[in-house]
């Protein structure tokens, strides 16, 4: 039952706070050798393993692309390529089966060559020729990358170019020659969350260190940045800060290198297309007699806008259960990928005889479609304008990719990623369940095939609720083979924090109001079992990040509804997580520990304090990356050394490399899943 001890301040295991400390890093390999030989010794690891990684190996999978002016960009990794070849095709070859593919960068090649174990990041290029491009390259998968200036043409780094050492740097290119940069320049020139608090134009030929400032942000502010619109008529660089996790000051830069503060409400994300300003809500917003309620999406003219004129219309205005999960844009209109109750559907808006106008696109319903327009607008009548790609994908249907064009519903198919499980006789159900203050909160049961409610089956809740997240429908070959084909239940929750049902549904569990996620994932848990879809003995639970602290929180405050507990990248120690890589970005999120009145209410849910010794419970596995720079491993590592000490038994895996996404390359994705699912198997299995 939930524990109403006080939390404890102690904390003798900081030590393991030091990442490449030789103290703490033989700690992590001494808890590893003793988790893989536990976990190695089920029957299927070594066949789930071979099988996760020949799915993500697989030749089948959709290779998707990202456009730069007639090419088409993709990173393919396989069992040859692990880090990955960036290469490209054009549309006509990427509409066959078997595009030719074009190898413009080798990054297995290039760490053997450099001795560097480099990890993709992406590429920022200059248009119309896009020859010239700015490449991300992260040492083992970390956030902070290294930044070096690439040739498309010649396929080679370009000498004396635009070149910066390892930091977590933002990048864009004003002109052939130019750059605004925020790097680490230094002392002073990064904000209290690590980010770049100092941008700075930086011409070509030029040291780093005669780069001249342009805009500069608060120490406490998360980070600065800027954006360059280089559309021919419409050009406009912005400035802003980002104050918190959702709020922004923005700035407009005049001709004469001047900045007029752009009028908003500082949670409204602001953006620019040709003519038009758009204004995405997350607070309601009173204009005259009219209120627009957040999570509307507005519109108005750019430069009547700017003069001071209110003439905004919505595109978008919420309901209860439909929210905006975005948009996309072509040369001329604006899709609206929105979710209605948790499942997507598209609008196209454009302007006619001076109205807005909108059209439903007839796409699949009910799952997750992702929409991105393919419009160019440093490309003259280009031929694309008015095209964009749709994928659509959901529990037991493979991830398809078409190329749709605006005004139609018709559609060119041009992949489909092969089914790599039997669904045949599996059923999806969306349920409800009431949660403490009455709330009802959705969730997905993902059914294999023959299994009945008996309250015996094994199954697997999934949750992150925050950051106004939402947790769609997705395809897993994985999942497939790994545990529904051998009878395992996957259940996804919806929970307040996340974005399902807008920014309401996110706000209603921010600060102290967290404990309300965690309240309607013990809800949903409790209504599988009510239900007897499973029982506390095969019932475990699995989030990372966010979903690590939502786990970690969720089964230190009922144990007895758990018999596993995947805790990934986790953040647990809420006391000293502002002070720990970018934590103080997530301030807007959780609260400051160091204020009193909000550590109050932190510190009833903060796993690290909360856990204590006499009590049981479940089994963990935590699982974090040495070279995880966003959420600190020091998290995972200390929650399991204090529990070891406690006298709990658990298991603990530290990848040495990987950053946040747990793992750099397939082989140890398909490792680590594979260690997760013979860890679930051993703990929930009939």
């Not at 404890?8 to 900081?14: C, H, K």
Request: a neutral charge; one cysteine or more; aromatic letters at 12%.
């Amino acid at each position: 039952m939930a524990q109403t001890s006080a939390p404890s301040n102690d904390d003798s295991f900081q030590w393991l706070e030091e990442v490449q400390g030789e103290k703490a890093l033989d700690w992590a390999r001494e808890r590893n050798a003793v988790s893989r030989k536990q976990l190695e010794a089920h029957p299927r690891f070594q066949a789930t393993r071979e099988e996760l990684l020949k799915i993500l190996n697989s030749k089948e999978r959709i290779p998707y692309v990202s456009r730069q002016g007639d090419w088409f960009y993709n990173l393919w990794q396989d069992e040859k390529n692990k880090r990955g070849l960036w290469r490209r095709t054009t549309l006509a070859e990427y509409r066959k089966p078997n595009p030719a593919w074009e190898t413009v960068l080798d990054l297995d090649a290039l760490g053997a060559a450099e001795k560097e174990n480099w990890v993709w990041h992406g590429a920022t290029c200059f248009g119309p020729a896009y020859a010239r491009c700015l490449l991300n390259l992260s040492r083992g998968g970390a956030d902070a990358a290294v930044v070096r200036e690439f040739d498309t043409q010649t396929k080679r780094f370009v000498d004396g170019g635009f070149a910066l050492p390892e930091a977590k740097t933002s990048v864009d290119w004003l002109d052939a020659d130019t750059v605004y940069v925020g790097t680490d320049f230094g002392p002073g020139s990064l904000t209290e969350s690590g980010y770049p608090r100092v941008i700075k134009r930086w011409k070509r030929g030029q040291p780093l260190s005669a780069a001249v400032t342009v805009f500069e942000a608060q120490p406490k502010d998360v980070s600065a940045f800027v954006t360059v619109d280089r559309t021919p008529g419409f050009e406009r660089t912005v400035f802003g800060r980002s104050l918190d996790f959702y709020n922004t000051e923005a700035f407009l830069q005049a001709k004469d290198g001047s900045l007029q503060r752009i009028d908003k409400p500082s949670d409204a994300s602001v953006s620019f297309w040709r003519e038009h300003l758009f204004l995405e809500l997350r607070s309601d917003f009173k204009q005259g007699d009219t209120t627009f309620p957040r999570g509307s999406l507005l519109v108005a003219d750019a430069g009547a806008y700017l003069k001071g004129e209110r003439k905004l219309h919505a595109l978008f205005t919420p309901t209860p259960t439909r929210s905006l999960a975005g948009f996309t844009l072509t040369r001329s209109h604006v899709l609206l990928n929105l979710m209605d109750k948790v499942a997507s559907r598209v609008e196209e808006w454009h302007v006619a005889d001076g109205r807005w106008r909108m059209r439903e696109v007839d796409a699949p319903f009910p799952g997750t479609l992702g929409v991105s327009g393919l419009w160019d607008p440093l490309l003259k009548d280009d031929p694309l304008g008015d095209a964009y790609l749709l994928t659509y994908t959901d529990f037991l249907t493979p991830d398809t990719l078409a190329l749709g064009r605006t005004g139609s519903n018709r559609r060119e198919a041009l992949k489909a990623r092969p089914a790599f499980f039997d669904a045949a006789g599996m059923r999806v159900e969306q349920a409800f369940a009431k949660s403490k203050d009455g709330t009802e909160v959705p969730y997905f049961v993902v059914w294999p095939k023959g299994a009945t409610a008996d309250g015996s089956n094994p199954t697997l809740l999934y949750g992150y609720g925050g950051f106004e997240v939402s947790m769609q429908p997705w395809y897993s070959g994985g999942f497939g083979t790994a545990w529904f084909n051998h009878g395992g239940v996957l259940v996804v929750a919806n929970i307040r924090g996340g974005g399902e049902f807008g920014p309401a549904w996110h706000q209603a569990a921010l600060k102290a109001n967290k404990q309300k996620s965690y309240d309607d994932f013990i809800a949903v848990a409790e209504d599988l079992i009510r239900r007897k879809i499973t029982s506390p003995r095969h019932l475990g639970i699995e989030g990372g990040s966010n979903g690590g602290l939502l786990v970690g929180a969720t089964f230190v405050q009922r144990p007895d509804l758990f018999n596993a507990v995947v805790c990934q990248v986790p953040l647990l120690d809420m006391k000293r997580y502002h002070k720990l890589l970018a934590g103080a970005s997530w301030m807007a999120e959780y609260g400051n520990p160091d204020d009193p009145a909000e550590w109050a209410f932190i510190s009833k849910y903060s796993p690290y304090q909360n856990v204590k010794s006499g009590v049981k419970y479940p089994k963990v596995l935590f699982t974090t990356s040495t070279r995880d720079d966003r959420v600190h491993p020091g998290h995972a590592r200390k929650m399991a050394a204090r529990m070891l000490a406690q006298g709990h038994e658990l298991l603990y895996y530290e990848n040495i490399e990987g950053g946040h996404g747990g793992a750099a390359d397939n082989f140890q994705r398909a490792d680590l899943q594979a260690l997760e699912f013979s860890y679930l198997w051993q703990q929930l299995a009939r």
